[in-house]
T-cell receptor
Framework: QKEVEQNSGPLSVPEGAIASLNCTYS??????FFWYRQYSGKSPELIMS????GDKEDGRFTAQLNKASQYVSLLIRDSQPSDSATYLC???????????FGKGTLLTVNP | EAQVTQNPRYLITVTGKKLTVTCSQN?????MSWYRQDPGLGLRQIYY???????DKGDVPEGYKVSRKEKRNFPLILESPSPNQTSLYFC????????????????FGPGTRLTVT
């Protein structure tokens, strides 16, 4: 069973701090990794994708991938109250392009 | 505007009454998929389609049907809904990657909240 595990949270950080979200995956053939943000009752919104080992930065967001350790993380710098949401880690592996999601981590940014 | 649309957004129905949830995308994506989201269980794939007339089961296909007669549309059919199908449903689409395991990003529709009484 291919799994994606996330630190269960909830995670609470003060405004302006760095929020760190972590994810591990079990399928060694996974090659594509995504972070989605989901506000309560809304659809998942893609915020980062990463395919290669190392870091990828986009504004306040940095995704990190370590395929040897099967580990993906998301750092949110200068966290804002509007970042308060559930963050979903997902991986794709196999020929059917299936996204396997973690259960999500609820992040609360306190003003 | 590039988007995935779903209809209806909210639906309350009774056990056994057939229903269809429509999904349409305007991005010329080959790949489309249906998910359901339940508290504590996360997002689970119901069915997916790699292209027109090509569909396959996901993790939780029981009680659902799909069809893909046109590239842009991927309806989800519940022939005899039951209360355990009460859930939040999402359609998603993406381009199909060229190499094994590689894929472009999947984009989600706004969701359909279904209640079966």
């Amino acid at each position: 069973q291919k799994e994606v595990e996330q630190n269960s949270g909830p995670l609470s950080v003060p405004e302006g701090a760095i929020a760190s979200l972590n994810c591990t995956y079990s399928d060694r053939v996974s090659q594509s990794f995504f972070w989605y943000r989901q506000y309560s009752g809304k659809s998942p919104e893609l915020i980062m994708s990463i395919y290669s080992n190392g870091d990828k930065e986009d504004g306040r967001f940095t995704a990190q991938l370590n395929k040897a350790s099967q580990y993906v993380s998301l750092l949110i710098r200068d966290s804002q109250p509007s970042d308060s949401a559930t963050y979903l880690c997902a991986s794709v592996g196999g020929s059917n392009y299936k996204l396997t999601f973690g259960k999500g981590t609820l992040l609360t940014v306190n003003p | 505007e590039a988007q995935v649309t779903q209809n209806p957004r909210y639906l309350i129905t009774v056990t056994g009454k057939k229903l269809t949830v429509t999904c349409s995308q305007n991005m010329n994506h080959e790949y489309m998929s249906w998910y359901r989201q339940d508290p504590g269980l996360g997002l689970r794939q119901i069915y997916y389609s790699m292209n027109v007339e090509v569909t396959d089961k996901g993790d939780v296909p029981e009680g659902y049907k799909v069809s893909r007669k046109e590239k842009r549309n991927f309806p989800l059919i519940l022939e005899s809904p039951s209360p355990n199908q009460t859930s939040l449903y999402f359609c998603a689409s993406s381009f199909r990657g060229r190499a094994y395991g590689f894929t472009y990003e999947q984009y989600f529709g706004p969701g359909t909240r279904l209640t079966v009484t």
